[in-house]
């Protein structure tokens, strides 16, 4: 069996959060350093992995996990910065069951 990678995961959001009629793109955090050797600051580190806007316009914020990896302090404080101010911020493990969960528990509807 083919081991897991966490970008199938997060494409697999991305299409369960699209067919659901939400915007929602995959967030690079860091920094990245061009060939011209500049530094290109990217999201700041512990952004969650997907930024999506609901229909109806409430914020989420997704991050993906595999197996027992856990979120990060950093992570944790996004998470709760999230929260805070009343947006939506929900960890995925392994599947895109606890999104689909959370989608129905919000009352977001299959896309027509």
């Given amino acids: ?4 990678k966490h970008s199938d995961l997060v494409n697999a959001c991305l299409e369960v959060l699209r067919l659901r009629g ?3 793109y995959k967030v690079q955090s860091g920094k ?16 969650a992995d997907i930024t999506a806007c609901l229909p109806g316009g409430r914020y989420a914020a997704i ?3 595999l197996d027992s990896d856990r979120l990060s302090k950093v992570q944790a404080n996004f998470m709760d910065s999230i929260r805070l101010r009343g947006g939506i911020y929900l960890a995925v493990w ?9 989608l129905e528990a919000w009352g977001v509807k299959w896309k027509r």
């Fill in 94 to 102: 392994n599947t895109v069951d606890d999104l689909l969960t959370a």
């Fill in 22 to 24: 939400c915007v929602a």
């Fill in 32 to 47: 990245v350093i061009t060939k011209w050797n500049t530094a290109v600051d990217l999201a700041p580190e512990g952004t």
């Fill in 63 to 65: 991050e993906c996990k």
């Fill in 1 to 4: 069996m083919a081991k897991r």
